[in-house]
């Protein structure tokens, strides 16, 4: 599948799993319907600053609009992070380490109940 049409098919997806409409989407991009509608339908060699209206549009990351990666709450999370600064992200580091150490300690005492 080329990348014009896995950007089409995630696209459209998303959009529509946020219940925007193509009208909503283009007016949150900048965009005509008509650039929306050929996105979505594969037909549109779109600009890296369309791809950027899109990824802020619909909360993923560039790699995941055009397949480089499938899983779409990492790139939501990496996403999200970009706007971090690194002592902030290393702080968030160490609250997901210490909530994770707290989660397995709850599910061995579930475990031994």
Known sequence: MTVNKI??????????????????????????IEAIKKIERGKSNFRIDTLVSLCCALGVSSDYIIGRQDEKEVNKINYLLSDFSHKEVQHLSSVLESYRTLLTQLGKETDND
Not at 7 to 32: D, Y
């Open 7 to 32: 950007a089409a098919k995630r696209v459209r997806q998303l959009r529509i799993e946020k219940g925007m409409t193509i009208s909503e989407l283009a007016e949150t991009c900048e965009l005509s």
